[in-house]
């Protein structure tokens, strides 16, 4: 849990962050994404217990130490990364006057409040090492954001909307287009999204990134065969619904990887330690191979999610 605070304080605080509509407007040719709806989460019923949760974890801690209420004005979070440009992070919301005086604050700390212009709007230059730091009550806190070592532009000119970006080029197709960047979804690797009419959650990757990231932990024969992964959790009646899909470099591969899954999920299953309720989540799960996809999709009670996530 400890990772989670810090990086919601490192997107609510460290960098000013900025927004889009939903994971759709994410470009293809990303690398990885993330977005979080709590507006959805707050108000979809299958969503409230999971959002506590996060309220309890990081959202109160964020408020205490840094002075932002998430609660009551962050809408939406959207993260990604374009090969070359560096990461966006996106937060949509309704900001105070205070939180907004708090980002110039850390603007003129940590960088120039000179601004810059593109599109008739302002930006800012930030930091050149990566490093940003905010004081709270018990003093200085610094954060170390490694894919910012380069330092980061920052604008909080679009209604609405605060903007960090690692390329200062991203700032400017932003502002140009207020603070959207269109979707381009065409070819062999664009990176896969999935939808629902009300999700909380969004998530993919292309798995290329991590493959060919040195990192051995994530060297298993399933990324060695992927492609792309990308992962959903939505509100349907009182339920969440999840599903995750994968890519495979080959259409045997979904196939022998789907009939693994379904044979773990049976084993698992009927496992005399398990508690009757996650059984029976697990039974009603359907792993489906078409073509090159891999899919697996479930419906569980939110309360079990919470449980499961805090034991």
Not at 216 to 236: M, Y
């Amino acid at each position: 849990m400890r990772l989670l605070k810090v990086l919601c304080i490192t997107v609510l605080m460290a960098i000013p962050a900025a927004t889009l509509a939903d994971a759709s407007d994410v470009p293809g040719s990303a690398e990885w994404y993330l977005h979080i709806d709590l507006d959805k989460m707050k108000s979809e019923e299958a969503g409230k217990a999971v959002y506590e949760w996060f309220r309890a974890e990081a959202l109160d801690e964020i408020r205490n130490d840094a002075g932002v209420d998430v609660d009551k004005e962050v809408s939406s979070i959207t993260a990604f990364s374009v090969t070359g440009q560096g990461p966006v992070i996106v937060i949509d919301g309704r900001f105070s006057q205070e939180t907004h005086d708090k980002l110039m604050a850390l603007i003129a700390a940590e960088g120039d409040i000179s601004p810059l212009t593109a599109a008739g709007r302002k930006y800012y230059r930030i930091g050149d090492d990566g490093d940003v730091s905010y004081k709270n009550k018990d003093g200085n806190v610094d954060l170390r954001i490694d894919s910012l070592k380069d330092g980061a532009w920052i604008s909080m000119d679009v209604r609405n909307k605060i903007l960090i970006t690692g390329a200062e080029e991203q700032m400017q197709k932003l502002l140009a287009n207020k603070g959207r960047i269109p979707r381009v979804a065409s070819g062999r690797d664009t990176l896969l999204v999935l939808t629902a009419e009300k999700t909380l959650l969004q998530a993919g990757m292309n798995s290329g990134l991590v493959k060919n990231g040195g990192n051995t932990d994530w060297d298993s024969n399933i990324l060695r065969n992927t492609r792309q992964i990308a992962f959903l959790v939505a509100a349907a009646a009182n339920k969440l619904a999840i599903e995750a899909r994968l890519i495979t470099t080959e259409p045997e591969m979904a196939e022998s990887l789907a009939s693994v899954a379904r044979g773990l999920i049976s084993l698992a299953s009927f496992d005399d330690s398990m508690d009757a309720e996650t059984a029976a989540v697990l039974q009603g799960t359907k792993v489906e191979a078409k073509g090159n996809s891999l899919s697996l999709s479930l419906a569980v009670d939110p309360n079990l999610v919470v449980r499961t996530i805090t034991n």
